[in-house]
């Protein structure tokens, strides 16, 4: 599975983005999606995913209230909605395919990485 991020750009502090993330596959069947985000000098953090099965959704706490992880599976894209951005926020924003077990929140449990697409929240 391919996976192409895109949606990123310059937005002042209290504006929102919408990330989307679309797949090379014919489907999504199976695969639960996460987004993670990485800002220069700090590791890889996770901040939302959600599961093929069921849809549930999974989010950092950083990104509760905030961001909303939505799947169109007709599209075979997710989105990630971000209100209220904020100067942290600014990162370079990663989506990822999940098939194994575990853990949605660790990133060694993702098979497959899109490149990122940078987000960069001005004050």
């Known amino acids: 599975v391919q996976l192409q991020a895109y949606g990123g750009g310059l937005v002042q502090a209290g504006g929102s983005l919408r990330l989307s993330c679309a797949a090379s596959e014919r489907t999504f069947s199976g695969y639960s999606i996460g987004w993670f985000r990485q800002a220069p000098g700090k590791e890889r953090e996770f901040v939302a995913a959600?599961?093929?099965?069921?849809?549930?959704?999974y989010y950092a706490d950083s990104a509760k209230g905030r961001f909303t992880i939505s799947r169109d599976n007709a599209k075979i894209t997710v989105y990630q909605q971000m209100n209220s951005l904020k100067p942290e926020d600014t990162a370079d924003y990663y989506c990822?395919?999940?098939?194994?077990?575990?853990?949605?929140?660790?990133?060694?449990?993702?098979?497959?990485w899109g490149q990122g697409t940078q987000v960069t929240v001005s004050s």
């Open positions: 959600i599961t093929w099965g069921t849809g549930s959704t």
């Open positions: 990822a395919a999940k098939v194994r077990s575990g853990s949605y929140y660790y990133s060694g449990n993702y098979d497959y």
